[in-house]
């Protein structure tokens, strides 16, 4: 049994409050619980369990029941920093207790060595702030291990022979191998390429209070009914529970991060249900809100002391945003694949992880999954062959040929940091509580562009060596819609040149730590999540050493 | 603590037994209107409206019915669309009502304008009233844009195409048709809960091996 939460008074100084609850921020507010210390979680969003989750794609899709209301936190988007921003929807991200990662598809890919040291090996690229990370990858594969073992990772070890090292094998197998899965490994050893099971956070075998996954296919966009989908709501935050030390506080609009006058956090201001207003004291604050929330916290935070915005003297608090580039190529093959059913990805592969630029004429390199993950309305909306009539007889027989016959090849890969990319304060636009919105500006590097056409190539070429009885693709432009929140905080051992520390400590503010998307240095080949929860494990242990030490009182 | 953990802990712990349980979700003003849908298709008797008139209920049929057809599989009318959008009309989907208000009578203008010997969308030919729709439907093929926010339908007739679409394929035991006629159509099967091989390519898959060993294999 999962013990009483304790309740902390706003006036009784914790030792940690933890904005946000989703990857990072569960695995933080559980390593730091698990360690003695008092930690208060707020999250903005309601605290939703597997008994309220749905396959009705009316709720989840049009009402927006597990992520960011666009009617109460409405965005402006802009591709450059001359233009003036025009409200739309410009990014989606979980807003209920745990996050993004309670609807996201699981797809758990660790970084490999280059992506830590690429802009030494490769040197600089003019236009973009292309930088090495503080920490290389033998720092973090302890925690990817740990990732894999206490959170949830199904996976084969030594299956992809371009995957970085690693100290133990994954704690369980991977998930089965999809219609979708067989084809696309098939046609990439036609091909010469090494396809492998895909690493992904879906148990392939029950834990306790969890179980493996059922297969039922409502990944994408849905929360998991039977926690097989490992959440920060099925792991984490259960454990940080378990505890008792850590309290969850649901519903609380976290809006400004309380200094004294010498500059250090003394908690952080929200709004609960009501909208009422609230200080909750801690000696120290960690700032896990995502890459959009978490630049725009701290923006907010504006005072005398920090006029551009709380821990900004870098000035890049929400610039060098990478979203990761990407396209989907989608096959019609004769016979059903069923691929509704199971997960997303059973395959992937990594032999174009690390193109030469000499050789393709670009920057970049990413990775090809075998997928399906669409929902039958979603389908019906939007995954039909172009040129298909969107109703009448002939949308009734392309949908009842199509839908279980369908599969992609999707690609991922490196979003270059360009310093206009970033969220920002919109200057006129306000939320439903009076807060200024987030503005996305952003506009694709030209290589990020180039490289998604390159892979979207490769693709193709699959799902012809694979027999594809159609095949077609999405258009490749530029985005203005963000998913993956990456870079807008970036870590660095030079505070004129970085927000964090390798110790996820802000330059500015001693015990303010920011941990997330925002705090990679380059976007990775895709599937952020894994790095980001790897990333939590470590600043936990950083922060805790530093309380320890004392060193955060100081 | 609260009912919602009880749930939950009942949730998980049926979960974690040897078969998986499956336990449907509770959203009452879908559940309803699925319920009325289901109680439309089975009762030869009409059944009451909630925001819909007889003769708008009438003329919304005979749209959906050209949007998914009845040929040699069921269509929209056999799924009960209508009676869904009622309900949905006078529940969850309330913001819409004015889009239909405005629409309709449009639609028969239209209908009029086209065909003058016609007085209602329903009165024409199935060519006719394809024809009629189609001089609403400025898009005419699929919009290609998935992994994007889809802009909210403008028009009321993609407003109603996308209804159709939603009270045909919503997960039947999460409040849609409770026939699943619509899954049927598609091959979607109902149940949440699948084991492999789930399609034909996998069927006799042998399970992953190393290129070198497959490669053995084959030679």
New interface residues.
């Given amino acids: ?2 013990p ?1 939460q304790p309740k902390y008074k706003t006036s009784d100084e914790v030792d940690f409050v933890v904005v946000g609850s989703g990857a990072a921020g569960g695995i933080i507010a559980k390593e730091l619980s698990e360690n003695g210390f008092r930690v208060v979680v707020l999250e903005q969003g309601p605290y939703l ?11 989840i899709l049009s ?1 927006d029941l597990l992520t960011n209301h ?1 009617k109460l936190q409405p965005n402006t988007f802009r591709k450059t920093p001359d233009e003036k921003a025009k409200q ?2 410009a990014v ?1 991200y979980g807003r209920l207790v745990g996050g993004t990662s309670v609807h996201f598809t699981a797809n758990f890919w660790r970084l490999h060595e280059i992506d830590f040291v690429e802009r030494t090996k490769l040197g600089p690229i003019s236009g973009t702030g292309f930088s090495d990370w503080p920490i290389t990858y033998a720092d973090l594969e302890p925690y990817y291990t740990k990732v894999e073992w206490e959170i949830g990772v199904s996976g ?1 070890a030594g ?1 992809s022979p371009f995957d970085p090292p690693r100290s133990k094998p994954y704690p369980m197998p ?1 998930l ?4 979708s ?3 696309f ?1 098939q046609a990439a ?1 036609k091909l010469g390429w ?1 396809p ?2 895909a690493p992904m956070a879906i148990l392939s075998q ?1 834990r ?4 493996a996954c ?5 990944c994408l966009a849905f929360g998991c ?3 097989a989908k490992s959440s920060s709501l099925a792991s984490a935050i259960r454990m940080a529970e378990k505890t008792g030390r850590c309290e969850i506080r649901p519903n609380s609009y976290v809006h400004r991060i309380a200094l004294d006058a010498n500059g250090r956090a003394t908690g952080a201001l929200y709004f609960d249900a009501q909208r009422n207003a609230h200080l909750q004291k801690a000696k120290a604050v960690v700032i896990s809100a995502n890459g959009a929330e978490t630049p725009r916290l701290l923006l907010l935070s504006a005072n005398k002391q920090f006029p551009n915005g709380l821990a900004n003297s870098s000035g890049l608090v929400g610039k060098y945003l990478m979203l990761n580039s990407g396209a ?1 190529a989608v096959g019609v ?1 004769d ?8 997960f997303a990805v059973s395959r992937i592969l990594h032999d174009f992880y690390e193109l030469d630029p000499h050789k393709v004429g670009f920057y970049g390199g990413g990775g090809l999954d075998a997928r399906f993950d ?1 929902t ?3 389908f ?14 002939e ?2 027989s392309a ?2 040929h199509n ?2 016959r369908t599969m992609e090849v999707m690609s991922h890969g490196t979003s270059l940091a360009v310093e206009s990319n970033s969220f920002s304060l919109d200057p006129e636009l306000k939320d439903a509580w009076g807060l200024p919105a987030l503005r996305l500006t952003y506009k694709d590097h030209p290589d990020d562009l180039k490289l998604a056409t390159w892979l979207n190539a490769r693709a193709l070429e699959l799902l012809d060596a694979a027999g594809a009885q159609k095949k077609w693709s ?2 490749i432009e530029e985005q203005q ?1 963000a ?1 993956h929140l990456l870079g807008t905080c970036r870590m660095g051992n030079d505070a004129k040149t970085s927000v964090v520390n390798a110790d996820h400590r802000t330059h500015d503010v001693k015990n303010l730590f920011l941990c997330d998307g925002s705090s990679l240095v380059t976007s990775g080949r895709g599937q952020p999540t894994m790095t980001i929860e790897a990333l939590a494990f470590r600043a936990a242990d950083r922060i805790r050493d530093l309380a320890k030490r004392g060193e955060l009182n100081a | ?1 609260t009912i ?2 009880n ?3 009942f ?2 712990r049926s ?2 037994s040897i078969t ?1 349980v ?4 509770h ?1 009452p003003a ?1 559940l309803s209107a699925a319920t009325h849908a289901r109680a439309a298709a089975q009762s030869p008797a009409a059944t009451k409206l909630e925001f819909l008139t007889p003769e708008q209920a009438k003329e919304i049929d005979a749209i959906t019915a ?4 009845t ?1 040699e ?1 069921p ?1 929209a009318r056999e799924a009960g669309v209508v009676y869904f959008i009622d309900r949905a009309l006078a529940t ?1 989907a309330i913001d819409d009502q004015k889009t239909y208000r405005e629409g309709l009578p449009e639609i028969q203008a239209r209908a009029h304008e086209l065909f003058s010997e016609l007085g209602k969308f329903s009165a024409a030919s199935p060519e006719q009233q ?1 024809q009629i ?1 189609h001089s609403f ?1 400025e ?12 802009a909210a339908a403008e028009s009321f007739f993609d407003t109603l ?2 209804h ?3 009270a ?4 039947p ?3 849609g048709d409770p026939n699943g006629v ?2 049927k ?5 109902r149940e ?11 069927k006799n ?1 042998p ?2 091996q ?2 070198s060993v ?1 490669n053995k294999v084959k030679s």
């Fill in positions: 049994m999962t009483e369990t597997e008994a309220d989750f749905t396959h009705n794609e009316v709720k009402e666009p739309q929807r989606v084969l299956a991977p089965p191998t999809k219609a899965g067989v084809i490994e050893r090494n492998f099971p029950p306790p209070g969890r179980s059922v297969n039922c296919g409502f009914e039977v926690g989907i093959f016979q059903p694949l069923n691929d509704y059913k199971g669409q039958p309305i979603g019906a909306t939007g995954g039909l062959p172009p040129g298909t009539p969107r109703w009448g007889k949308f009734k949908l009842a839908f279980t999405f258009p819609f998913v | 603590m919602d953990h749930r939950r802990d949730l998980l979960c974690s998986a499956w336990l449907s979700a959203w879908l050209r949007i998914i057809p040929d599989t269509g969850f394809d729709l439907d898009q005419a093929t699929s919009d290609r844009r998935p992994y994007r926010p889809r195409r996308l159709t679409i939603v045909f394929l919503l997960d035991d999460a409040g619509g899954w159509v598609i091959g979607r099967e949440h809960v699948f084991e492999p091989p789930f399609g034909y390519y996998d898959y399970g992953w190393p290129v497959s």
